[in-house]
């Protein structure tokens, strides 16, 4: 069955850097993959969707890869901040989305 | 995105009893999910709808059942509640987002089962 792995579940990093979060997957890739945000006690929040035909795609200061040879994505997040603190989820498109156990991401002032 | 609810929000209930979770959306939306959510396993797929009458199982569907009589109404209802149902559900619809698509989930349901 596909397994999708997010290689930290917790990230630490100072106001100001940029955060990466992994994402690698076993088995087939998707067509698609995508990134979602969760703060504590709410759904998942649609952020980026790139394609396999798509190396990087960018929104503000979000960026994500997708190397479907290493299957694996990327996302970065630039010039981060405390608000950015929060769990993100990747998600991979087999007919239906399955996700990752997400990344708990904390930036400190 | 579309606006999606999801009721109740909390439930506490006894173990055999039967629960029946509500999802309702405002828009036409032809794909609806549950998922449940625990710590240690993430987002999981439990039923999905495509379309009135039509769903289908996902990864975790043991002990649920699903119903869609309506376009906006996605139900979900454990038979005979067990404790290992307790956890927090979300509905999710998917919907374009742009130049893309993606999913919007409601806000959850906590359910506990004792």
């Known amino acids: ?109 | 995105d579309a606006g999606i609810t999801q009721s109740p929000r909390h439930k506490v209930t006894e173990t055999g009893t039967p629960v029946t979770l509500r999802c309702h959306q405002t828009e036409n939306h032809r794909y609806m999910y549950w998922y449940r959510q625990d710590p240690g396993h993430g987002l999981r797929l439990i039923h999905y709808s495509y379309g009135v009458k039509d769903t289908d199982k996902g990864e975790v569907s043991d002990g649920y059942s699903v119903s869609r009589s309506k376009t906006e109404d996605f139900l979900l209802t454990l038979e005979s509640a067990t404790s290992s149902q307790t956890s927090v559900y979300f509905c999710a619809i998917s919907e374009s987002k742009g130049e893309d698509y993606g999913y919007t989930f409601g806000s959850g349901t906590r359910l506990t089962v004792v």
């Open chain 1, 1 to 109: 069955s596909q397994k999708i792995e997010q290689n930290s579940e917790a990230l630490n990093i100072q106001e100001g850097k940029t955060a990466t979060l992994t994402c690698n997957y076993t088995n087939y890739s998707p067509a698609y993959l995508q990134w979602y945000r969760q703060d504590p006690g709410r759904g998942p929040v649609f952020l980026l969707l790139i394609r396999e035909n798509e190396k990087e795609k960018r929104k503000e200061r979000l960026k994500v890869t997708f190397d479907t040879t290493l299957k694996q994505s990327l996302f970065h997040i630039t010039a981060s901040q405390p608000a950015d603190s929060a769990t993100y989820l990747c998600a991979l498109d087999i007919l239906n989305l399955i996700f990752g156990k997400g990344t708990k991401l904390s930036v400190k002032p």
